[in-house]
């Protein structure tokens, strides 16, 4: 089997957590799949990190927040003014937990009087994992997490693709154009003379659906790992090394280490770091901590894109 041509890339646009430091921004991120940008989390100065990161602000379609603390949604308000004010018409849909949307609503109201597109609010249940999005090239899944209030992570799986049909084969079988649809679904071809021809024969290698999870906030779920299974890349909020595992503890969330072991559980392909603690002036720590236990580990930063 052969990876898709297709770009499926994340935008880092900030992984620190929740006191602003002169090293990191607060959580954002985008994801793009097929020409489609989506983000993940909105924190305080997301728009310039847009900017610095050279997205086209007319390209993004969706918001997806995990829950509501300020570092993961300060960002919103102001990215949705600006919009406005580059003259926006097209419709942004803001995904979230439902308490969001009184405040969104006001917000909206208080600050971007005569706005001219539509900002549609969809309320995510943060405890069921389903489908809250789907296109031709996507869905999207939330992913229960457990946090210090409502949270969920999201799962982007590309939709496979239609295997590419093997033309000299097409022609040397003389199969008609009529069969072609039913061929790239599956089907074998039977000659005049009766011999079968696998479909195998006739089309190339279906190209491998990608997938990417993003989990945080949370504390370590030891079962996460199977509602993430195989995932292609995995970033896990890793704010905590293990010498502060009562504090991860504390307040829900996870060491570099808890992550590791999510990614290695549920045989994902890559792990992404973040989420780190103000107190880390060197996040190598937490990945020589993760690396111990799941080797294909990084770290992320601001501006990285990592291709999956």
Not at 14 to 24: I, K, M, Q
Not at 60 to 77: E, K, R
Not at 197 to 226: K, W
Request: with cysteine; aromatic share 8%.
């Amino acid at each position: 089997m052969t990876y898709s041509l297709e770009p499926f890339r994340i935008h880092i646009l900030g992984c620190g957590s929740a006191l602003p430091t002169l090293h990191h921004h607060a959580s954002a991120q985008v994801v793009e799949l097929r020409g489609k940008q989506f983000m993940v989390d909105c924190g305080e100065g997301t728009q310039m990190q847009l900017r610095r990161s050279h997205i086209r602000f007319t390209k993004l379609s969706a918001v997806f927040i995990s829950h509501l603390h300020g570092d993961h949604c300060f960002g919103l308000i102001g990215m949705i003014s600006t919009f406005g004010l580059l003259g926006r018409t097209a419709k942004l849909d803001v995904y979230a937990p439902a308490e969001l949307e009184p405040m969104l609503r006001e917000q909206i109201r208080m600050f971007c009087r005569g706005l001219e597109y539509e900002v549609a609010f969809h309320a995510v249940d943060t405890t069921r994992q389903e489908i809250i999005y789907e296109d031709r090239s996507l869905t999207v899944e939330s992913v229960p997490l457990e946090h210090r209030m409502p949270c969920c992570g999201y799962l982007f799986r590309e939709k496979a693709t239609l295997p590419h049909i093997k033309r000299d084969m097409i022609d040397f079988y003389h199969i008609p154009v009529s069969q072609i649809n039913n061929i790239k679904v599956g089907a074998d071809w039977v000659t005049e003379e009766g011999e079968r021809i696998p479909n195998s024969r006739l089309v190339e290698q279906v190209d491998i659906p990608r997938s990417y999870a993003y989990c945080s906030d949370t504390r370590y779920i030891p079962t996460l790992h199977e509602r993430i299974k195989g995932v292609t890349a995995l970033y896990h909020e890793s704010t905590y090394a293990d010498d502060n595992l009562p504090m991860a503890e504390k307040y829900c969330h996870s060491t570099a280490r808890q992550a590791a072991m999510v990614a290695r559980d549920a045989k994902a392909g890559r792990l992404i770091l973040g989420h780190y603690s103000s107190r880390y002036e060197d996040e190598r720590v937490l990945l020589d901590e993760a690396q111990q236990v799941f080797e294909n580990t990084c770290l992320s930063d601001e501006q990285l894109v990592f291709e999956l």
